[in-house]
């Protein structure tokens, strides 16, 4: 049973455009969730976070945006650049809980010049 | 420089030659963790690390074994390696605050073939 999901593989916007990047998750113990940019042959680098007692989180170009009740993140990126272009993580965890984190699939970001 | 360094980068094997991948990481985390990365399925969590002497299984801890002696180091260890773990590795550490993980950093990866 996945519990975090990412239901879109790929995306592609145009430079300069807004990239919003979704993902679900069915667990309703989650309270911390974060976000995993990762370029090829490299590990994956944390972007942004949001707790529970938050609904948007915001750093430069990246605004995190959560909705507890549908149970649904999502991430924002403008303006979108062509170095933008990477797989993007979202992962969950229960704090004070497990100490598990569970990630999504992913979703391939393509930023076109 | 604060990093993750896992070795090899790039391993052949053939099936049931015992292999050991290293992680190290140099910022004093408490809390390290192996995933494995597979097309289609995203990262999934093999075994995790709390502390020194603590471990505890992720959701495919099947097949692996690990340890923790020192807060360093973390191997993951394939006593057995079967075709079906063929996949890309990361090794993963961060500190634990409180309420719970911190962000993660993680290692380049291991990109491990078995035949």
């Known amino acids: 049973d996945q519990q975090v999901k990412q239901n879109s593989p790929s995306l592609s916007v145009q430079e300069g455009r807004i990239s919003i990047l979704n993902c679900d998750y069915t667990?309703?113990?989650?309270?911390?969730f974060l976000w995993y940019k990762k370029y090829p042959a490299e590990g994956p680098t944390f972007l942004i976070s949001i707790s529970s007692i938050k609904d948007k989180n915001e750093d430069g170009r990246f605004t995190v945006f959560l909705n507890k009740s549908a149970k649904h993140l999502s991430l924002h990126i403008v303006p979108s650049q062509p170095g933008d272009s990477a797989v993007y993580f979202c992962a969950a965890s229960t704090q004070g809980g497990s100490e598990k984190l569970v990630f999504g699939k992913g979703t391939k970001l393509t930023v076109n010049p | 420089e604060a990093q993750v360094t896992q070795n090899p980068r790039y391993l052949i094997t053939v099936t049931g030659k015992k292999l050991t991948v290293t992680c190290s990481q140099n910022?004093?985390?408490?809390?390290m963790s192996w995933y494995r990365q597979d097309p289609g399925l995203g990262l999934r969590q093999i075994y995790y690390?709390?502390?020194?002497?603590?471990?505890d299984k992720g959701d495919v801890p099947e097949g692996y074994k690990v340890s923790r002696k020192e807060k360093r180091n973390f191997p993951l260890i394939l006593e057995s390696p079967s075709p079906n773990q063929t996949s890309l590795y990361f090794c993963?550490?961060?500190?634990?605050?409180?309420?719970?993980?911190?962000?993660?950093?993680f290692g380049p990866g291991t990109r491990l073939t078995v035949l």
């Open positions: 993963a550490s961060s500190l634990l605050k409180a309420g719970g993980l911190d962000e993660q950093f």
């Open positions: 667990n309703s113990m989650f309270d911390y």
């Open positions: 690390s709390m502390n020194v002497e603590v471990t």
């Open positions: 910022m004093n985390h408490e809390y």
